[in-house]
C-alpha cells in the first residue's frame, strides 16, 4: 500500500513538473555589443537597386571588402577623428556629439557623395567603388575601431546616434537635374562658403554656391593661429618656389590684393610673387585660406578663420542650424542651391 501511494506520488509530481520545464523561457543574455534594434534594419530594407552595396577598396591592406550602402555608411558618418587637411575630396567627418539633425544631413550627404563616385569615378580603384581615405575618396572606420576610439561612456551613446542618423535617412540622395550631386563638404567654413571655382578652379558646379552661415565662431574649428620665422617662412616658399624672394624692410612686401566671394584670400603678393591663397595654405600648411597676415619682428603671423576648402557644407554650420532648429532637409538646402532631396 505504502509503495502504491509513493508511485502515485511520483506521478502526481512528474505532472506538475514536466509543464513547468517545457514552457519556461531561458532568461536573455546580457551582451556587451553596443546594439541597437536600428542597426538590424539592414539595406535590405531598402531597394537600391543596382547601389545595394558597396565595393570598398581599405588602403592600409589592399583588400577589397563588400558592403551594404547603409552599412558602409555607418562608418563614414562616425568617420575618423584624424582630419586630413589639404584633400581635394572630403576633409573631414562630423563628429558624434553634434545635433541629431545635422548627424542626418551628414548621412545623406555622404550617401549622395558614395552614389556620385561609384557612377562617375571609373576604374580609378580598380574592381572597388571608392577607398576609404579621406585623401582621396571618403574617410571610413570600422565599428571595433570607432568604438575604441570613443570614451566608454559615449558609445553606445554615439554609435547609436549614427545608426539611427543614417537608417532615419534611408534611401535619401541629394539630386540636381535628377542626378546626384558631388557633395562636397568641410568642417567650418568661417561664416562664408566658398566656391569650387576658388578653390580648384574649372567651370564649377551651380549647386555650390557661396553662402553665410551664422553661428560658426561657437566652434574651436573656427579660429586658428600659425606662427613662423622669416627664415621658416622663406624655406617653406622656396620648396616649390626656388626664385622666390622677399625684402622684409619693405612696407608692402606682403600684401593681399583680392579677396573671394567667400571671404578668402584670392590673391597674395609675397616678395617677388603672386601666389593664390590657396596654394599659400597649402604651402604653410594653414587651416584655411581665409587669413590676415602681419609681421612682428623676427616672426609672420597668420590669423586664419574657418577650417577646410569651404566647399558644399559646413559641418559646424549643419549643427549650428540644427540648433537652431533646422531639419536636415532645410540643412542640405541652405548649403546645396537648387537641389532636391528625393529617393534613389
Not at 557623395?113 to 572597388?128: Q, V
Not at 612696407?251 to 603672386?274: A, D, P
Request: with cysteine.
Amino acid at each position: 500500500m505504502k509503495r502504491f501511494l509513493a508511485y502515485i506520488l511520483i506521478f502526481l509530481i512528474l505532472c506538475f513538473s514536466i509543464p513547468i520545464i517545457f514552457t519556461s523561457k531561458a532568461k536573455p543574455t546580457i551582451s556587451n555589443n553596443t546594439e541597437n534594434k536600428e542597426e538590424q534594419q539592414t539595406v535590405a530594407d531598402y531597394d537600391y537597386k543596382q547601389y545595394n552595396t558597396v565595393k570598398l577598396l581599405h588602403t592600409s591592406t589592399n583588400k577589397v571588402e563588400e558592403l551594404g550602402l547603409d552599412e558602409y555608411l555607418y562608418g563614414v558618418v562616425s568617420g575618423a577623428e584624424k582630419v586630413h587637411l589639404y584633400s581635394l575630396e572630403q576633409e573631414a567627418e562630423m563628429p558624434a556629439s553634434f545635433e541629431k539633425e545635422a548627424l542626418k544631413a551628414q548621412a545623406v550627404v555622404a550617401r549622395t557623395y558614395t552614389l556620385y563616385k561609384i557612377i562617375n569615378g571609373g576604374k580609378k580603384h580598380g574592381n572597388a567603388n571608392i577607398c576609404d581615405s579621406s585623401t582621396c575618396c571618403q574617410a571610413w572606420i570600422s565599428k571595433e575601431k570607432r568604438l575604441e576610439r570613443w570614451k566608454e561612456e559615449n558609445r553606445t551613446e554615439y554609435w547609436n546616434k549614427i545608426v539611427s542618423a543614417v537608417n532615419e535617412t534611408k534611401g535619401k540622395m541629394i539630386t540636381y537635374n535628377g542626378k546626384p550631386i558631388n557633395a562636397f563638404f568641410h568642417s567650418n567654413s568661417g561664416g562664408y562658403t566658398e566656391a569650387p571655382l576658388n578653390v580648384w578652379g574649372g567651370s564649377g558646379y551651380p549647386y555650390l554656391k557661396s553662402v553665410e552661415t551664422s553661428g560658426e565662431d561657437a566652434y574651436n574649428q573656427y579660429s586658428s593661429k600659425a606662427t613662423f620665422t622669416k627664415k621658416e617662412f622663406e624655406e617653406k616658399i622656396k620648396k616649390v618656389h626656388s626664385n622666390f624672394k622677399i625684402d622684409f624692410s619693405k612696407e608692402e612686401c606682403i600684401k593681399i590684393k583680392e579677396y573671394t566671394e567667400g571671404n578668402r584670400v584670392k590673391l597674395i603678393k609675397i616678395g617677388n610673387l603672386e601666389l593664390s591663397g590657396v596654394e599659400v595654405r597649402t604651402l604653410l600648411s594653414l587651416r584655411s585660406a581665409n587669413f590676415k597676415v602681419t609681421i612682428e619682428k623676427d616672426n609672420i603671423i597668420f590669423e586664419v578663420t574657418g577650417y577646410g576648402h569651404g566647399v558644399g557644407m559646413s559641418q559646424t554650420g549643419a549643427d549650428s542650424l540644427a540648433k537652431q532648429g533646422k531639419s536636415y532637409e532645410e540643412i542640405i538646402h541652405h548649403f546645396y542651391s537648387g537641389v532636391k532631396v528625393q529617393d534613389i
